[in-house]
Every structure is written in C-alpha cells, then in structure tokens.
Nanobody
Framework: QVQLVESGGGLVQAGGSLRLSCAAS????????VGWYRQAPGKQRELVAAITSGGSTNYADSVKGRFTISRDNAKNTVYLQINDLAPEDTGVYYC?????????????????WGQGTQVTVSS
C-alpha cells in the first residue's frame, strides 16, 4: 500500500515559481513510476510530467522547458519544479504512482493517487 501526499501549491503571480512535493509512504514507492497530473477547472485531468523508477523523465509539450520532475528515493519524495508560471497552469496538481506499461501513462495505469494541491496563477 502506498499513500501519497502532495504539498507546495499556492497562489503565485505569473512568472513565478513553485516546487511541488509528493511524499510517499511505503518502500514500494522507490521502485514505482510517478506522474504529475493537472486538472484545470472544467477540464479533464492531464499528465504533465512522468518519471520512471530509474529516473527517466517525460513531459507534456505544453510544459517542456518550464517543468522539471525529479525524485529523491532516500526521502521517498518526487518533486515538480515549475518555473515561469502562467495563468493556464492553474489547477489542482495530483501525483500518482504505480507500474504503468507505457512511458506516457493513462490515469488508469497508476494505482495510487494523492489528494492534490491547488496551484493558482494570477496574471
């Protein structure tokens, strides 16, 4: 069993930065793939960044160059560094973990989900 807790969200001005954290319980997290999803108001949840157990990363085209996903297995934590925030980055950010079959997993490929952290970007 894995429990995920996101933190680090908040209200920021456009152009600012945030670092989101996804802290996990359970040693299996260290061998799990992790994804960060974003759900904007009225929109479907979308994957913005993913990292494999070995540290390989992948990003949505809309966030490449601004978002960086990383993991610290000693702390059982995955991070999402978000730079140059824009109003369209507003939404609830969720982390998810599991053993997906693809490099760009669908939500159903992840087994465990956190409760989300709100990011609001003002223009």
């Amino acid at each position: 069993q894995v429990q995920l807790v996101e933190s680090g969200g908040g209200l920021v001005q456009a152009g600012g930065s945030l670092r989101l954290s996804c802290a996990a319980s359970g040693s299996i997290f260290r061998i799990s793939a992790v994804g960060w999803y974003r759900q904007a108001p009225g929109k479907q949840r979308e994957l913005v960044a993913a990292i494999t157990s070995g540290g390989s990363t992948n990003y949505a085209d809309s966030v490449k160059g601004r978002f960086t996903i990383s993991r610290d297995n000693a702390k059982n934590t995955v991070y999402l560094q978000i730079n140059d925030l824009a109003p369209e980055d507003t939404g609830v950010y969720y982390c998810a973990s599991g053993f997906p079959n693809s490099r760009w997993p669908r939500p159903e490929e992840y087994r465990y989900w956190g409760q989300g952290t709100q990011v609001t970007v003002s223009s």
